[in-house]
């Protein structure tokens, strides 16, 4: 396994679309999840998705500590999604602050879906399905969006709620999660 370089906001594949995979027994794409697994366990991360990796694939990873999970919500485990499409889960939107690997120091507040309908595959091609409410929800969002070349700052709603997550954390007195 190794660990791999996060691209950062400007370079051209955080910026398109990402392809589908469509060989699950392709050694080349179970090293990129083992890698993937090294990289986000490394960075203190909740999510990272191929192309924040330099990989223009449909792939994420992702895993939620039960503190940032609601209440009666147990931990995410170390999860693999693949070509995932996600349905939200009626009206409701809630605008949180975001960090991501690839925009290091900045956060933002970004309205999302607060629950989804997800599907997709596991590493072996098998379907997977479910939802996702609050945090896990907005994880999948946004790696989500990676995978369509999209980055959070697009989605912001006020562009004034953008900045570095110390300044905005003084500004806020302490009520900004780290990004």
Excluded at 64 to 93: H, K, Y
Excluded at 99 to 111: A, D, E, K, Y
Excluded at 128 to 146: I, K, N, P, S, Y
Aim: with cysteine; charged share 20%; glycine share 10%.
């Amino acid at each position: 396994m190794a660990l791999l370089k996060i691209a950062r906001m400007g370079t051209p594949v955080l910026l398109k679309p990402a392809l589908p995979v469509t060989d699950f027994t392709d050694p080349a794409l179970h090293r990129l999840i083992e890698d993937m697994a090294e990289t986000l366990a490394d960075s203190g991360g909740v999510g990272l998705a191929a192309p924040q990796v330099h990989a223009s694939v449909r792939l994420l990873v992702y895993q939620v500590p039960a503190e940032r999970m609601g209440p009666d919500q147990g931990a995410v485990p170390f999860s693999v999604l693949i070509n995932p499409t996600l349905d939200p889960l009626g009206p409701d939107t809630a605008a949180e602050w975001e960090g991501c690997l690839s925009l290091p120091g900045l956060t933002g507040r970004v309205p999302r879906a607060r629950s989804i309908h997800y599907r997709g595959f596991n590493e072996r091609g098998e379907p997977v399905e479910g939802e996702a409410h609050g945090f896990h929800a907005r994880v999948l969002q946004h790696e989500t969006d990676h995978l369509d070349g999209i980055l959070y700052p697009r989605r912001l709603a006020d562009p004034g709620d953008f900045g570095f997550v110390e300044e905005i954390r003084k500004a806020l007195a302490g009520r900004v999660p780290s990004a």
